[in-house]
Structures are given as structure tokens and as C-alpha cells.
């Protein structure tokens, strides 16, 4: 059984195009949170949000707690955004976060 | 700041070998979070400390102890490696349970 649910496994895109990563998760939460693992393997944290939509740059993250889903937005995608997209949950029962096993994105020039 | 450091960063050992890996942050975070990251897997929770003092089981806790030093130190031991222990493992903190998580570089470990 998995918590968390991420679509596509993997995706590729030309330069420039419009990115959507999708989330689903089936647990209780406090707070969804969207990281980014680039090919070197360090993780960096890119969002967290418990409501409505964050923008940070040409990142937009939302989520929609009736539906238990969030999407990650990547606008004008570049090749520098090629890393693998990991959606988490911090549950709202426990101390316990859980994991999608991640999205691979290519962006080719 | 360094943020989130461990060591070592790259470790072969042999079946029933033991070790230790260790974590330090320096953003005075509260909890701090062992994982483990298999291909084709999601990261998972090993172990976690909630706060100094404290630590709690997480989803693959079997195999491992940790030691909550002092407010910066997390160490994991792995008592008798095993090749089901192969892995990349990671240490995060965070400033309360359930916040921003900050993630140290990662130590791959193999077992043979």
C-alpha cells in the first residue's frame, strides 16, 4: 500500500514547455510537502504547504485537501530543471512523513 | 552554516560487519530523521527523533539502532550488516515535527 502516489514516473520535455507532476496521497496530513533530488543525489526541499497554491519562481506548487492531491508546475521548463521531483507527506497522527517514489524530468535543449 | 552533514559518504562492508553512520546539523533543529533510499522505492523512515532526548521507530526500523547524542548529533548503527541493508541513506532535520525538511548529502552503503 502506498501513502503517496506520484504521475508520471518519468517525463520528457523540450525546453520552454509547460510541466505538470501529479500527486495523490490516501493518509491524514499536516502538511504536503515537494523536493527536488538532482542527479549528484542531494535533496533539497521546494515546498511545503498545507492550503491553496506557493510560487516560487517559475515553480508553482498547489494542492487540494478534499481531493488529497497536489500538482507541481514548472513554466518555461529548462534543461537545468532535469532532476527527479519527490512529493512527501508529514501525516497529522504520527511523527511520520511518507514518500512518492518520484518523478524523473529531462528537459532536452 | 553547514546545514546537515554526514559521514562517511561512500561505504563497503561485509556480511555481519558493523557501523556507524553519523549526522550533525548546526540550524538548531529539534528532529532529526534517519531514511533509506532504494531504487525504484520512495525514501523511507528508518528512525526519527522528535526532540533531544527522544526516538521513535519509523516505517524499517528492523537491523538499526540510532542515538540521539545531543540537540545536533543523530547517529545510526547498523549492528550486523546485511546485503538487504545495501542502500543510499539519508539524514534530515527539521525545525518542529512535520516542518520544512533540510537533508544531508547522503552515505551509499554496500554489503557484500
Known amino acids: 500500500k502506498n501513502e503517496v502516489e506520484q504521475s508520471p514516473q518519468n517525463l520528457t520535455a523540450q525546453e520552454g514547455e509547460f510541466i505538470t507532476i501529479n500527486c495523490s496521497y490516501s493518509v491524514g496530513i499536516s502538511a504536503l510537502h515537494w523536493l527536488q533530488q538532482h542527479p549528484g543525489g542531494g535533496i533539497v526541499s521546494l515546498f511545503m504547504?498545507?492550503?491553496g497554491k506557493k510560487k516560487h519562481g517559475r515553480l508553482i506548487a498547489t494542492i487540494n485537501i478534499q481531493e488529497k492531491h497536489s500538482s507541481l508546475h514548472i513554466t518555461a521548463s529548462h534543461p537545468r530543471d532535469s532532476a527527479v521531483y519527490i512529493c512527501a507527506v508529514s501525516t497529522n497522527t504520527g511523527n511520520q512523513f511518507y514518500f512518492g517514489t518520484g518523478t524523473s524530468l529531462t528537459v532536452i535543449p | 552554516n553547514a546545514g546537515v552533514t554526514q559521514t562517511p559518504k561512500f561505504q563497503v562492508l561485509k556480511t555481519g560487519q558493523s557501523m556507524t553512520l553519523q549526522c550533525a546539523q548546526d540550524m538548531n533543529h529539534n528532529s532529526m530523521y534517519w531514511y533509506r533510499q532504494d531504487p525504484g522505492m520512495g525514501l523511507r523512515l528508518i528512525y526519527y527523533s522528535a526532540s533531544e532526548g527522544t526516538t521513535d521507530k519509523g516505517e524499517v526500523p528492523n537491523g538499526y539502532n540510532v542515538s540521539r547524542l545531543n540537540k545536533r548529533e543523530f547517529s545510526l548503527r547498523l549492528e550486523s550488516a546485511a546485503p538487504s541493508q545495501t542502500s543510499v541513506y539519508f539524514c534530515?532535520?527539521?525545525?518542529?515535527?512535520?516542518?520544512?525538511?533540510?537533508f544531508g548529502p547522503g552515505t551509499r552503503l554496500t554489503v557484500l
Open positions: 504547504l498545507s492550503s
Open positions: 534530515a532535520s527539521t525545525l518542529t515535527v512535520g516542518d520544512e525538511q533540510f
